[in-house]
């Protein structure tokens, strides 16, 4: 039986389900969710329902995700690095042009930059489980409800810039040697070509050129024109953070998702804008209360590092241990 006291469950109820009630709801849920159904079968699960489904695997516990690895995505034969994403190193042209009429001053101007290394991004945003994951093994309390309520697949939010690189570090130390994650930590080392491997915050460059897809230059993580399928914004109607992975359509090429709408994400970049900031940072991504306006892959906000006041989450990179 699956019970919420247990520490390794990260939902929150204390209803007892057995195995079989469990499996019968997950297999209805789960493809609602990823808007799938049986094979050859084309359907359309609107967005509401789809996060709804999304919620209550969040509720019973979503089997994608692995209690015994730090609630990271499960290891499969598809995706045996746990859902991060090899990056590759090139450049992109970053912001918006001064006749797009939706863009903010602070997008402009439209300059090439370039990544000059390769890295893995995580597949979604550290979700509830994760950070409490983190939390639990650390002792440490949290400081906001945000960081432990809700669905646990979900992503976590009101984080600060501390406590994001306080995750980072410890997700780092469980890369490493003897620790919980090391087939996984060299496996990523591995793929990058290097002897050991650093979990960071992606930079603001690092984050727009994957959502642009690179040279491709796409307006959204999912292509040039808005569709209210492929992220969570105001006008989807859900009202709150979804579930990661209901909005699977919105991936980008290197298929990173939720990277438009449902969270905005830390990023490691100090704020540079129209005015200029060396203790503010830039966040990326918009959210699931601003229109699709604000959620293109150029949209760009500015937050105090304390978090606390606000929806941030984050998403995490890794990166060669020597990268910083």
Same mark, same amino acid.
Not at 16 to 40: K, Y
Not at 142 to 164: F, I, K, Y
């Given at each position: 039986?699956?019970?919420?006291?247990?520490?390794?469950?990260?939902?929150?109820?204390?209803?007892?389900?057995?195995?079989?009630?469990?499996?019968?709801?997950?297999?209805?849920?789960?493809?609602?969710?990823?808007?799938?159904?049986?094979?050859?079968?084309?359907?359309?699960?609107?967005?509401?329902?789809?996060?709804?489904?999304?919620?209550?695997?969040?509720?019973?516990?979503?089997?994608?995700?692995?209690?015994?690895?730090?609630?990271?995505?499960?290891?499969?034969?598809?995706?045996?690095?746990?859902?991060?994403?090899?990056?590759?190193?090139?450049?992109?042209?970053?912001?918006?042009?001064?006749?797009?009429?939706?863009?903010?001053?602070?997008?402009?101007?439209?300059?090439?930059?370039?990544?000059? #290394?390769?890295?893995?991004?995580?597949?979604?945003?550290?979700?509830?489980?994760?950070?409490?994951?983190?939390?639990?093994?650390?002792?440490?309390?949290?400081?906001?409800?945000?960081?432990?309520?809700?669905?646990?697949?979900?992503?976590?939010?009101?984080?600060?810039?501390?406590?994001?690189?306080?995750?980072?570090?410890?997700?780092?130390?469980?890369?490493?040697?003897?620790?919980?994650?090391?087939?996984?930590?060299?496996?990523?080392?591995?793929?990058?070509?290097?002897?050991?491997?650093?979990? #960071?915050?992606?930079?603001?460059?690092?984050?727009?050129?994957?959502?642009?897809?690179?040279?491709?230059?796409?307006?959204?993580?999912?292509?040039?024109?808005?569709?209210?399928?492929?992220?969570?914004?105001?006008?989807?109607?859900?009202?709150?953070?979804?579930?990661?992975?209901?909005?699977?359509?919105?991936?980008?090429?290197?298929?990173?998702?939720?990277?438009?709408?449902?969270?905005?994400?830390?990023?490691?970049?100090?704020?540079?804008?129209?005015?200029?900031?060396?203790?503010?940072?830039?966040?990326?991504?918009?959210?699931?209360?601003?229109?699709?306006?604000?959620?293109?892959?150029?949209?760009?906000?500015?937050?105090?590092?304390?978090?606390?006041?606000?929806?941030?989450?984050?998403?995490?990179?890794?990166?060669?241990?020597?990268?910083?």
């Amino acid at each position: 039986d699956l019970v919420a006291d247990d520490p390794r469950v990260p939902a929150r109820n204390t209803r007892v389900i057995s195995d079989e009630v469990r499996g019968a709801v997950v297999a209805a849920l789960l493809p609602a969710m990823q808007n799938a159904d049986a094979p050859g079968v084309a359907t359309h699960v609107p967005a509401v329902v789809r996060a709804r489904a999304g919620a209550a695997l969040g509720w019973i516990g979503d089997p994608r995700f692995d209690a015994d690895a730090c609630w990271l995505p499960v290891a499969t034969p598809e995706d045996p690095l746990r859902g991060f994403r090899f990056i590759p190193a090139g450049s992109f042209v970053m912001g918006s042009a001064d006749d797009d009429a939706e863009a903010y001053a602070d997008e402009k101007p439209q300059h090439e930059e370039t990544i000059a #290394r390769p890295c893995l991004m995580a597949r979604w945003p550290v979700t509830v489980a994760q950070f409490s994951a983190y939390l639990r093994s650390v002792g440490r309390k949290p400081a906001h409800p945000h960081w432990v309520l809700g669905p646990s697949n979900t992503p976590v939010r009101c984080v600060s810039m501390d406590e994001a690189d306080a995750y980072c570090a410890w997700l780092t130390q469980q890369m490493a040697i003897g620790a919980t994650l090391t087939g996984t930590g060299m496996a990523l080392a591995r793929r990058l070509g290097v002897a050991r491997v650093q979990v #960071r915050l992606p930079s603001e460059e690092e984050w727009e050129y994957v959502a642009r897809s690179g040279r491709d230059g796409l307006r959204y993580p999912f292509g040039m024109v808005d569709n209210v399928d492929c992220r969570n914004a105001d006008d989807t109607h859900i009202g709150a953070p979804s579930a990661v992975g209901a909005f699977s359509r919105g991936a980008s090429r290197w298929r990173v998702e939720e990277l438009s709408g449902n969270v905005p994400e830390l990023t490691s970049s100090p704020w540079r804008g129209i005015y200029l900031s060396s203790f503010l940072r830039v966040v990326r991504g918009g959210s699931f209360s601003l229109s699709p306006r604000n959620v293109r892959s150029a949209f760009r906000q500015v937050g105090h590092p304390n978090g606390l006041g606000n929806l941030f989450g984050f998403r995490v990179v890794v990166a060669p241990a020597s990268d910083l």
